[in-house]
C-alpha cells in the first residue's frame, strides 16, 4: 500500500505541476510571450490551410511561413525572457504536430503526394506523442534528439519550398527544380524522423522497464523510533 500511495501521490504532484500548481497559474503561463508565439501559429496554420484551399495561394504561402519561422522564435523567446513552462512545451509539441499533418494533408488533397505519405506521418507523430505522454506519467522523459529536429527541420523545407513552387513565385525551369528538390526531400526527412521514433520506442522500452522493476522491488521495512527495523 506504500508503494501505491507513493504512486499516487507522484502523480498528483506532477498533474499539479503542469498547471503551475497554484490557482491562475495556467492562464499567467499562457499569457507569456513564448505561449502566445505558440498559440498563434496553431491559429496561422488553420488560416494558412483554409487561404491555401481558397485559392489565396501567395497569401497563404507568407502566412505559412511566418507560422514555421514562429517555431524557432518560441523557443528562442523562452530561453531568452527564461519563461520555460511546462504547458509551453505541450503547446509547442501540438502545434508542431498540427503543422506537419495539416500542410502534409493540404499537398495531399490535391494531388502532390501520395496519401500514404500522410497516413506514415500521421501514424508517426502520434505514437511518439503517445509515448511521450505515457513516459511522463511513469516518472522519465524522451528528450528530443538531432536526428529528430533534423527531420523536423527537413520536412519543414521541403514543404516550405513546395509551397513556393504551388504558388506561382517561380518561373521555369527553376520551378520544375526546385518542386523535384521538395518532393524528394520530403521523403528523406520522413524515412529519416521513422527512424527517430524506432529509437524513441527503444528509449521507452529500457524506461518502462526500468519502472516496472522499481514497482516489483519490496518496499523497505518499517523502522522504529531509534531507526532499526521494528520486530513487527
Not at 67 to 80: P, V
Amino acid at each position: 500500500m506504500g508503494a501505491l500511495r507513493g504512486a499516487v501521490y507522484t502523480r498528483a504532484v506532477a498533474n499539479r505541476d503542469i498547471v503551475g500548481g497554484e490557482p491562475g497559474a495556467l492562464a499567467r503561463d499562457l499569457r507569456t510571450w513564448p505561449n502566445l508565439v505558440s498559440l498563434s501559429r496553431i491559429v496561422f496554420i488553420w488560416l494558412t490551410i483554409a487561404l491555401w484551399h481558397y485559392g489565396y495561394r501567395k497569401p497563404a504561402v507568407v502566412l505559412g511561413w511566418a507560422a514555421g519561422l514562429s517555431d524557432y522564435l518560441d523557443g528562442w523567446l523562452a530561453r531568452r525572457l527564461k519563461q520555460s513552462t511546462r504547458i509551453g512545451g505541450l503547446l509547442d509539441q501540438a502545434a508542431d504536430v498540427l503543422f506537419m499533418i495539416g500542410a502534409i494533408a493540404m499537398f495531399v488533397f490535391e494531388g502532390t503526394w501520395p496519401f500514404i505519405l500522410l497516413l506514415v506521418v500521421t501514424f508517426r507523430e502520434v505514437t511518439v506523442l503517445n509515448m511521450r505522454v505515457s513516459a511522463a506519467e511513469m516518472g522519465f522523459s524522451l528528450p528530443s534528439i538531432f536526428l529528430g529536429k533534423w527531420s523536423s527541420n527537413w520536412m519543414f523545407w521541403a514543404m516550405a519550398l513546395m509551397c513556393v513552387t504551388r504558388a506561382g513565385f517561380l518561373s521555369a525551369p527553376y520551378d520544375l527544380w526546385i518542386y523535384w528538390v521538395a518532393y524528394v526531400g520530403m521523403y528523406v526527412g520522413v524515412a529519416s524522423s521513422l527512424v527517430t521514433a524506432s529509437i524513441y520506442a527503444r528509449q521507452f522500452a529500457r524506461g518502462y522497464r526500468s519502472t516496472r522493476i522499481d514497482a516489483s522491488a519490496p518496499a523497505p521495512a518499517p523502522a522504529d523510533e531509534q531507526g532499526l527495523p521494528s520486530a513487527s
